[in-house]
């Protein structure tokens, strides 16, 4: 089996600001340069020919390069306390109108619809069950609410392949297509 997923991964400037930011909360597990993405679409364990099948629906899609913005940083929760810190990116409508895209190429290639809300950001730390809602969270969230960048575009889809270890996750890019920048006719 092989867990896939679907991203685009932000410029180089982009991420370094995002590691810069990385520090505060004992308890975080930060992530590295290599981790730093926008999900548009999970897709799980699959098999070797499901997952050919999806990189083949993956390349016949056209679609602009999302132009976004760093805008702040937020947690998610579960069951009352917080497990991931993330930074926002704005706006949506184009990040969303992909997600679609990518969700209907993950679609005929066999796998059923996300059924999740799509909420686009970048994950920056993930929290163990020992970090709670602690005062190093609130401060590392009061600090870095008004995070913003430059607009910047997100010019790759990427599928990424997910590699689980006893220190998290690594990502492999197994395969990129450009999308369009606006450069062309």
């Given at each position: 089996m092989i867990r896939l997923f679907v991203a685009l991964r932000p410029p180089p400037a982009i991420r370094r600001e995002l590691l810069d930011i990385m520090e505060g909360v004992p308890a975080a597990r930060w992530q590295d340069d290599e981790q730093l993405h926008v999900t548009l679409r999970f897709i799980g364990e699959?098999?070797?020919?499901?997952?050919?099948?999806?990189?083949?629906?993956?390349?016949?899609?056209?679609?602009p390069a999302p132009t976004v913005s760093l805008a702040g940083v937020w947690r998610f929760e579960k069951r009352g306390r917080t497990d991931t810190l993330w930074a926002g990116v704005a706006p949506h409508d184009a990040l969303a109108a992909l997600h679609?895209?990518?969700?209907?190429?993950?679609?005929?290639?066999?796998?059923?619809?996300?059924?999740r809300a799509y909420l686009p950001h970048?994950?920056?730390?993930?929290?163990?069950?020992?970090?709670?809602?602690?005062?190093?969270?609130?401060?590392?969230?009061a600090?870095?609410?008004?995070?913003?960048?430059?607009?910047?575009?997100?010019?790759?889809?990427?599928?990424?392949?997910?590699?689980?270890?006893?220190?998290?996750a690594t990502y492999e890019p197994v395969a990129r297509w450009a999308l369009d920048t606006g450069g062309g006719t």
């Open positions: 699959v098999e070797r020919p499901v997952a050919e099948d999806v990189a083949v629906a993956l390349s016949q899609i056209v679609a679609r895209k990518v969700d209907q190429a993950c679609v005929r290639a066999g796998l059923e619809p996300e059924r970048i994950t920056v730390a993930r929290l163990a069950r020992s970090a709670g809602t602690g005062f190093a969270i609130e401060e590392w969230l600090i870095h609410a008004g995070l913003m960048s430059a607009p910047f575009p997100l010019s790759h889809l990427v599928l990424y392949q997910s590699h689980l270890g006893r220190d998290g």
